[in-house]
């Protein structure tokens, strides 16, 4: 698999670089203080994200999938992009409990929160000016302001549903379907939306950016199921804490899965775990046999195969001719685990 997604990751590595170096001349240039403008520049070098993410390279190859060949044309609109999404990241940490055993005391909590807040109000805003100045005298830029403007709410949104799905309900009450419609609000939408964002650069029309935006929702779902699992079996890929959705009691896809298709004293085990302050080492091997399990493994490919069809289904509704669509379909592939 690794040579298999060499060309990806050359793609992924290139656009990264050339993304940060524009974000980082523009933060220098900007009119901040000195410290929010060195933690607006220190989270965009260190943010966790920045090992294992596509979505710098969806808006380029929405565009080029559809016909665009100019990438001066379309790095601010990379970097835009980039900036704005990168601005959910700060908040979502600290209610995602990714940075949670950093808190010594509420004072600190309250600092970090503060600098937070901060960030992701000035890394969106700085994302939107961007966009306007290279963009603004577009015929599509009021399109791709709705469609930003639009995500932003169902992002910040997601941070309530967030909350609700996993303090709120017992988790004999969810569904998948329940935590499918949550990935929709939250990880989906930030696939889609720079992948829209290219072909509305690139001049598409109604239809093929419906297709394009369903298209991104279905790789999304991949997308966090595969985190999910990542949590329990290599963290190190996503930059979160080991068996922090565990720790944290978060309802993600293998813990509900397992939870869905074990027997009565699987079930009593699981709820039995979820109850306790903080998890015991025997407690995560018990969770890890579970979704590791022969059924656990078959149930999974499952859904991630019916998800993966429909991606795969949207993305041959696009121009197989361009050279775009062989990475758009590498990624669908590394997402779905696909080795073939």
Known sequence: MTEKYNNLETLRSETSKQ?????????????????????????????????????????????????GKDLD????????????????????????????????NPEEFAKKLALAYSLSTKLKESGRNILRENYGNLSNYSKMEKLISESS??????????VNFHRKKLFSEYSISDYINLVDEATSVLIATPFVIGGLLASVDEERGKTMWDYGIE???????????????????????????????????????????GNKKGKQRIEEILNKENPLQEDICKVMEMI????????TREIVDEIYDRAI????????????????????NLFAIKEN
């Open 153 to 162: 709410e169902r992002l910040d949104g997601s941070h309530t549903l967030e």
């Open 313 to 332: 289904k949207n993305l041959k509704q696009l121009p197989i001719e361009q050279p775009a669509y062989k990475s758009l379909e590498e990624i669908t």
């Open 19 to 67: 993304v940060g170096d524009f974000l980082k001349k523009h933060y220098k240039q900007d009119t901040l203080t000195p410290y929010l403008k060195q933690s607006a520049l220190d989270f965009i070098k260190n943010c966790r994200y920045r090992k294992d993410d596509v979505r710098v390279v969806l808006t380029k190859l929405g565009y080029e999938i559809n016909g």
């Open 219 to 261: 790789v999304g779902r991949l997308c966090q199921i595969r985190d999910d699992f990542l949590d329990y079996i290599n963290p190190k890929i996503t930059g979160k804490l080991a068996f922090a959705d565990l720790c944290e009691k978060r309802k993600r896809f293998p813990l509900l899965l397992a939870y869905k298709v």
């Open 73 to 104: 044309y379309i790095l601010p609109a990379m970097a835009s992009i980039h900036s704005i999404l990168l601005g959910f990241i700060p908040l979502d940490d600290i209610i995602d409990g990714a940075t949670k055993q950093s808190f010594k």
């Open 292 to 299: 590791t399990s022969k059924e656990m493994k078959r149930k």
